[in-house]
């Protein structure tokens, strides 16, 4: 799935049309949220991790391309085609570095890679393959992956995920995104 996702992205790259929202407007807000959730939630992740998605932000979200993004791709939302073999639908249509959207496809592979029982060694195979079919820069979209799962980290102790807003299922999920934090931090 991730090599399809990679040659769907790669597909998609064209310069963005005007009047679609930022990512990089997005930027000040992520690292004031960064930084709420690691006072908030001060034993959450190890200080390096949180560090590290602060970086991110700090040296890739100011300043990027005028790219089109799809701004959510994930498997749910890459379908079989008939007018090219793979089309992706429901795009958040943003404007930025393509590499971006390694962050919804590892938390969205991290459930299966975990039940196969080993996230960090999916998760190195999945950049792996995304990226090489993407063309993209491993190690950016590395970082922006990492940045994803540190922010779903805090989001799902605010208010939960969508697959488990609480209980049990919401705790597993905390712990699958910090586990996927910590494993993206020290690729």
């Known amino acids: 799935m991730a090599a ?25 807000g992520w ?14 992740l190890p200080s390096r991790t949180v560090q590290a998605a602060i970086a991110t932000v ?3 979200a100011h300043h990027q391309p005028d790219t089109l993004i799809h701004g959510d791709l994930n498997a749910r939302n890459i379908l079989v085609g008939t007018r090219e073999p793979w089309l992706a639908v429901d795009p958040k249509g943003w404007v930025g570095d393509r590499a971006y959207d390694c962050g919804t496809l590892t938390k969205s592979r991290s459930v299966v890679l975990a039940e196969q029982g080993d996230l960090a060694t ?9 990226t090489s079919a993407a063309e993209l820069d491993r190690e950016r979209a590395r970082r922006w992956a990492q940045l994803s799962a540190v922010q779903a980290a ?14 049990a299922k919401r705790d597993r999920l905390i712990a699958l ?11």
């Open 122 to 130: 999916g998760i190195d195979r999945t950049l792996d393959a995304f």
């Open 31 to 44: 690292e004031e949220q960064l930084r709420r959730g690691a006072q908030d939630f001060p034993d959450a």
């Open 4 to 28: 399809i996702a990679g040659s769907v992205s790669r597909r998609l790259t064209v310069p963005a049309p005007a009047g679609l929202p930022r990512l990089q407007d997005q930027a000040t």
């Open 58 to 60: 700090r040296e890739l």
């Open 154 to 167: 805090y989001a799902g102790r605010r208010r939960g995920f969508r697959r488990g807003r609480h209980g």
């Open 177 to 187: 995104v910090d586990e996927l934090a910590q494993a993206l931090t020290g690729l």
